[in-house]
């Protein structure tokens, strides 16, 4: 994804709305042998724990491509998400939640249908999948793989590779990568495959984290290479200095508000 904008190229995103329904605390499936694993469940309460699962957020993404509004409510397994913009020549808003999703085009309704319906879907995660990490890394969908400690600018990081359930969305053959600081639990890092023309690979390096409302906020450097069969096993800490920076995300104007018991 070379701009936070471009859903068709974040389509690893999708098993997150396939399955949000699903949200818990308990560890999605596991390779044998992977007995680091916890370090995601250790992140998850790092960054926000249950005020992800019970809270209502909003904030603005800003990238290259200009800055989106994204609203989330979260309570348990229900969701209720929204993002608007402009896109090319139109004002967009685009409201999902566990089975509706409502379109506003310069402030009027439009009938989704089911075809537009999952690509709708897909232009809200684009925005905010990685606002919420790791949250989502526990899902129902996720396949997780402990990789050991890989060493990055002379520090250590636990490598973690994220598959999907197969069928389980248009994105389920994308992979990632993340890496966690082996002591903190915090998220520092993550990567991404995508199809696409001409597909290739994401990189994103987490800075200026900051906590609001409970929640742990980060920016990221997005960098990236293009080219078709590229996969995140050819990502190591010497190559990604020979890649390009092809944007930086920031959130801005965050709030968040614990929902009432």
Not at 89 to 118: C, F, H, K, L, P
Request: hydrophobic content about 40%.
């Amino acid at each position: 994804m070379n701009r936070i904008g471009s859903a068709n190229r974040i389509s690893g995103i999708l098993p997150w709305v396939a399955v949000v329904l699903s949200v818990s605390s308990v560890s999605a499936a596991q390779s044998p042998g992977d007995q680091w694993l916890d370090i995601v469940d250790r992140s998850i309460e790092l960054h926000g724990g249950e005020i992800y699962r019970h809270s209502s957020s909003e904030l603005q993404v800003c990238s290259k491509s200009g800055c989106y509004r994204v609203r989330a409510r979260i309570d348990g397994g229900l969701f209720d998400i929204e993002a608007s913009g402009r896109v090319r020549d139109e004002e967009r808003r685009v409201r999902i939640t566990n089975e509706t999703v409502e379109y506003w085009q310069d402030g009027q309704a439009r009938t989704v249908g089911e075809e537009r319906s999952q690509s709708l879907r897909s232009w809200v995660m684009a925005r905010a999948y990685f606002v919420y990490l790791p949250f989502r890394l526990n899902d129902d969908s996720v396949i997780k793989q402990d990789l050991g400690i890989e060493v990055w600018d002379e520090r250590p990081l636990r490598k973690v590779k994220v598959s999907f359930v197969a069928s389980t969305s248009s994105g389920a053959d994308d992979e990632f990568l993340y890496w966690f600081d082996p002591e903190t639990a915090r998220l520092e890092q993550f990567a991404y495959s995508f199809a696409g023309d001409p597909g290739g690979l994401r990189f994103r390096r987490a800075f200026n984290y900051r906590r609001v409302g409970g929640l742990l906020f980060f920016d990221q450097e997005n960098w990236g290479a293009d080219g078709d069969g590229l996969t995140v096993d050819e990502i190591h800490a010497d190559g990604i200095a020979s890649w390009d920076l092809v944007s930086t995300v920031t959130i801005r104007k965050i709030v968040v508000k614990p929902l009432d018991p």
